[in-house]
T-cell receptor, first 113, second 114 residues
Framework: AQRVTQPEKLLSVFKGAPVELKCNYSYSGSPELFWYVQYSRQRLQLLLRHISRESIKGFTADLNKGETSFHLKKPFAQEEDSAMYYCALGPSNVKAAGNKLTFGGGTRVLVKP | NAGVTQTPKFQVLKTGQSMTLQCAQDMNHEYMSWYRQDPGMGLRLIHYSVGAGITDQGEVPNGYNVSRSTTEDFPLRLLSAAPSQTSVYFC?????????????FGEGSRLTVL
């Protein structure tokens, strides 16, 4: 079974401080990992995916297969980063396992001025 | 393109009533899905479909039915509403021809069952 755990329900940081959102997963196959974000009054949207190895809005995430983690980091948080963040896991083979994405419980980030 | 459109945005039901949440997408996506969002539990998959005429159960399918008669539409039916089905429901779609995993979400439908 695939499972995603986000241990922090709420992260509160000051503007300019670093922020790290933890994500741990369990999956028996080869996973694809993603971070989705939901800003206030907006739709859920993809923030970044591990296969792209890119930085979006200053955020990066590294897949650590040994620790089964995919933590999201930003060195200097901004007020506009305040949002709900979800880590998600899916199979790398798009035809496997019904092509399902499993989401974690979410972490609410509050960046204080 | 409108993307993924969900209706209604808000609905209040009494226990035992039935209703259908509508979802339509205009991106020609093969894959469509329904999630429910509950505080602390994240998004949980209810049902999904990899193409017209094909549906399958997700993590929490009980109490819900779906059908996929066209590529564009994927309605979610609550057969006999219960207070435990009070939630925010999201429809999402993606192509199945890629591995990107990018789901495109609707704006959500907030359902309250009294």
């Amino acid at each position: 079974a695939q499972r995603v755990t986000q241990p922090e329900k709420l992260l509160s940081v000051f503007k300019g401080a670093p922020v790290e959102l933890k994500c741990n997963y369990s999956y028996s196959g080869s996973p694809e990992l993603f971070w989705y974000v939901q800003y206030s009054r907006q739709r859920l949207q993809l923030l970044l995916r591990h296969i792209s190895r890119e930085s979006i809005k200053g955020f990066t995430a590294d897949l650590n297969k040994g620790e089964t983690s995919f933590h999201l980091k930003k060195p200097f948080a901004q007020e506009e980063d305040s949002a709900m963040y979800y880590c998600a896991l899916g199979p790398s083979n798009v035809k496997a396992a019904g092509n399902k994405l499993t989401f974690g419980g979410g972490t609410r980030v509050l960046v204080k001025p | 393109n409108a993307g993924v459109t969900q209706t209604p945005k808000f609905q209040v039901l009494k226990t035992g009533q039935s209703m259908t949440l509508q979802c339509a997408q205009d991106m020609n996506h093969e894959y469509m899905s329904w999630y429910r969002q509950d505080p602390g539990m994240g998004l949980r998959l209810i049902h999904y479909s990899v193409g017209a005429g094909i549906t399958d159960q997700g993590e929490v399918p009980n109490g819900y039915n779906v059908s996929r008669s066209t590529t564009e539409d994927f309605p979610l039916r609550l057969l006999s509403a219960a207070p435990s089905q009070t939630s925010v429901y999201f429809c999402a779609s993606r192509r199945t021809s890629t591995n990107t995993g990018e789901l495109f979400f609707g704006e959500g439908s907030r359902l309250t069952v009294l």
